[in-house]
């Protein structure tokens, strides 16, 4: 079956630009989160969604950072005014409601020149 | 706040070696742990998980991984490695509180294994 994908895979852009980042979960999976992996790190978490509700924003690390998730399903990061320490990996993972493991995408490199 | 430690950043290992990482996080109350696997090229998948009953617990790839409390200890082991088993291996901890779902990450471990 298919797993979470996120586009792009790739994205370059410069600094003070605004990005979007996407992620589509495991079909049926309420629960969505948003991590970000700097080189030489373990990922740290962003933001968590159960449905179309953040049920745990503490890890946006300002108000650059928003994350929607309007319908359950699809959720869309976005970075406003980009600056180059934002330059990450963005994964993106989804869970069931009956268990905590969390299913990882590919991620979205991010570089911001 | 919840933190996670690894203390082997970078271990080279022979094949048939045997393996250790260690892992150890600071949370006062009842937590989750796991540790994922991430091999060159392909993105993070779980190894095995902790929530709760024999502290000892199995995964995939004869893996396996004990749980020690009055430690705040969650180390993985393998018992002989191979070249395949390289890759780069990251604990987890989530509080089993309420409905926090949040992973908190270690730096985490690259294994290379030698053929």
Redesign the interface.
Same mark, same amino acid.
């Given at each position: 079956g298919a797993g979470v994908s996120q586009t792009p895979s790739n994205k370059v852009t410069e600094k003070g630009k605004y990005v979007e980042l996407r992620c589509d979960p495991i079909s049926g999976h309420t629960?969505l989160?948003w991590?970000r992996q700097s080189l030489? #790190? @373990?990922?740290?978490?962003l933001i968590?969604f #159960?449905g179309t509700g953040a049920? /745990?924003d503490? @890890?946006l690390p300002n108000d650059r950072f928003f994350a929607v998730r309007p319908e359950g399903s699809v959720s869309t990061l976005k970075i406003q005014r980009t600056e180059r320490g934002d330059s990450a990996v963005y994964?993106c993972?989804s869970?069931g409601h009956s268990t /905590?493991? #969390?299913?990882?995408?590919?991620?979205t490199r991010l570089t911001v020149l | 706040a919840q933190s996670?430690s690894q203390h082997n950043h970078h271990v080279i290992l022979s094949e048939a070696a045997s393996l250790e990482l260690g892992c150890n996080y600071s949370y006062g109350g009842t937590v989750?742990l %796991?540790w994922?696997v991430q091999y060159p090229g392909?993105? $993070?998948? $779980?190894l095995l *998980?902790y %929530?709760s009953g024999d502290p000892l617990v199995k995964g995939i790839k004869g893996f396996e991984a004990e749980f020690i409390k009055s430690k705040f200890s969650f180390n993985l082991r393998k018992p002989s490695v191979q070249w395949s088993d390289t890759a780069e291996y990251?604990c987890?901890v989530?509080a089993n509180a309420g409905?926090?779902? *949040?992973?908190?990450?270690? $730096?985490?471990t690259s294994l290379a294994v030698n053929p």
């Open positions: 629960a989160y991590y030489g #790190q @373990g990922p740290e978490f968590y #159960q049920a /745990d503490s @890890g994964l993972a869970s /905590d493991e #969390q299913f990882f995408g590919p991620g | 996670v989750n %796991f994922y392909q993105h $993070l998948q $779980l *998980k %929530f990251f987890a989530n409905n926090n779902r *949040k992973l908190i990450w270690g $730096l985490g």
